[in-house]
């Protein structure tokens, strides 16, 4: 299969004229009456994994490994791991 043209793709039929005039913008939906929007509290992502050049003593089964999971509240290694 050659490479083919982005144009090609682009319009729905051969008959299509492009549209010249610009999009109106999507309003915003907003809580309050003057436009503003909240600053809600954002709560941090959580870490799932942890890697280690050195390796880390899994939380488990005590074994030295380079990739540990979080289960349960404490790092553990793949074969503690409960996929």
């Known amino acids: 299969m050659g490479d083919r043209s982005l144009d090609e793709f682009g319009q729905s039929g051969e008959d299509a004229e492009p549209t010249t005039e610009p999009s109106e913008p999507t309003p915003v939906a907003s809580d309050s009456t003057s436009g503003e929007r909240s600053q809600?509290?954002?709560?941090?992502?959580?870490?799932?994994?942890?890697?280690?050049?050195?390796?880390?003593?899994?939380?488990?089964?005590?074994?030295?490994?380079?990739?540990?999971?979080?289960?349960?509240?404490?790092?553990?290694?793949?074969?503690?791991?409960?996929?």
């Open 40 to 83: 809600g509290t954002v709560e941090p992502a959580t870490g799932t994994a942890r890697w280690s050049g050195d390796g880390e003593v899994c939380g488990a089964c005590g074994d030295r490994v380079s990739r540990l999971w979080f289960e349960d509240g404490q790092m553990v290694c793949s074969s503690c791991k409960g996929w």
